[in-house]
């Protein structure tokens, strides 16, 4: 390991000790290690779709393909190929340290722009979903609720999505609860996210391209209250010029350091 990042690790874990609120704001980047791909990394979904991601992924389009019933056929791989992930995916290290920061009381909520319900499972309680959840969908129609397990037992007894509502008189279109390009954020977790970050005195970006509004916009609004702001990326991001510091490198490797050094401090502090 270099000397710049054994300081830039040791200075992290130094600041999350002495944090009074912090918080993670994570994205795609965070589950690439569990085998789910990002969405604009070297392998990342749109990446390799090569179009607009609008064309596959927007409200509009999942609109079209559902009223026309004629499933878009990249829609439909692109989906199933996410769903398959989805369901074998594990937490990595990654998750697991977020989840014994939190545990630790360091990190006081994680805002995710993720819908792998990782870092649940890898141990953090307060999870913001900005973007949605893969775990329940509903009926466009009737707003009926449904389990993913339904869900994906209709697409696996139809071969088709969106599968229709099973309501009596409704046959309206299943949506997963992700949010697509051009829907609204959930109102509760966009209001949740905003007032962690106007209260945290620490925010830990990890792995995202910060390019999604209105997401991208909390490390401005976690800085303007005079936040330190730490991303953890493969890449550059927009908003490394705010940045107090920058970790080039796998989250499962970083993180699990990070980690090593917050409990030589506690042990330290302990002594
Ligand atoms: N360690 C560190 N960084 C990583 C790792 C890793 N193991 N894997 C990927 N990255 C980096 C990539 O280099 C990239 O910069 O994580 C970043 C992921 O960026 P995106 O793929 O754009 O994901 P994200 O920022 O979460 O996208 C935001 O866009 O399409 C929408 O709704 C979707 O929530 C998503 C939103």
């Given at each position: 390991?270099?000397?710049?990042l054994t300081?830039k690790?040791k200075t992290?874990?130094k600041?999350?000790v002495?944090?009074?609120y912090?918080?993670?704001?994570?994205?795609?980047?965070?589950s690439?290690?569990?085998?789910?791909p990002?969405?604009?990394?070297?392998?990342?979904?749109w990446?390799?779709?090569?179009d607009?991601p609008?064309?596959?992924?927007s409200?509009?389009?999942?609109e079209?393909?559902?009223?026309s019933k004629?499933?878009?056929?990249?829609m439909?791989?692109?989906?199933?190929?996410?769903?398959?992930?989805?369901?074998?995916?594990?937490?990595?290290?990654?998750?697991?340290v977020?989840?014994?920061?939190?545990?630790?009381?360091?990190?006081?909520?994680?805002?995710?722009?993720?819908i792998?319900?990782?870092h649940q499972r890898?141990g953090?309680?307060e999870?913001?979903?900005?973007?949605?959840?893969y775990?329940?969908?509903?009926?466009?129609?009737?707003?009926?609720?449904?389990?993913f397990?339904q869900?994906?037992?209709?697409?696996?007894?139809?071969?088709?999505?969106p599968?229709l509502?099973?309501?009596?008189?409704?046959?309206?279109?299943?949506?997963?609860?992700?949010?697509?390009f051009?829907e609204?954020?959930?109102?509760m977790?966009l209001?949740?996210?905003?007032?962690?970050?106007?209260?945290?005195?620490?925010m830990?970006?990890?792995g995202?391209?910060?390019v999604?509004?209105?997401?991208?916009?909390?490390?401005?609004?976690?800085?303007?209250?005079?936040?330190?702001i730490?991303?953890?990326n493969?890449?550059?991001t927009?908003?490394?010029?705010?940045?107090?510091?920058i970790?080039?490198?796998?989250?499962?490797?970083?993180l699990?350091k990070i980690?090593?050094?917050v409990?030589l401090?506690?042990?330290?502090k302990?002594s």
């Open positions: 390991m270099t000397e710049d300081e690790i992290v874990a600041w999350i002495e944090s009074k912090a918080i993670v704001l994570s994205g795609a980047g965070m690439t290690e569990s085998g789910i990002d969405f604009r990394g070297p392998e990342g979904v990446t390799k779709l090569g607009d609008m064309d596959v992924s409200i509009a389009a999942f079209d393909m559902a009223s004629t499933p878009d056929p990249r439909q791989e692109m989906l199933m190929g996410i769903v398959q992930k989805l369901i074998t995916a594990r937490p990595n290290k990654g998750h697991k977020v989840g014994k920061l939190y545990k630790k009381g360091y990190v006081k909520a994680v805002i995710t722009q993720n792998d319900n990782l890898g953090a309680k999870v913001i979903e900005v973007h949605g959840t775990k329940t969908a509903t009926c466009m129609t009737c707003g009926n609720k449904y389990k397990e869900l994906l037992q209709m697409v696996l007894q139809d071969g088709m999505f599968p509502c099973e309501k009596t008189q409704c046959g309206g279109f299943i949506k997963p609860d992700v949010v697509f051009g609204m954020l959930p109102p977790a209001r949740k996210s905003m007032h962690y970050a106007e209260t945290t005195d620490l830990l970006i990890l995202s391209s910060l999604v509004y209105p997401a991208a916009n909390l490390p401005n609004i976690a800085k303007s209250n005079g936040a330190k730490v991303i953890i493969d890449e550059e927009p908003k490394d010029n705010i940045a107090d510091i970790i080039r490198g796998r989250l499962g490797e970083v699990p980690l090593e050094e409990e401090l506690e042990q330290k302990g």
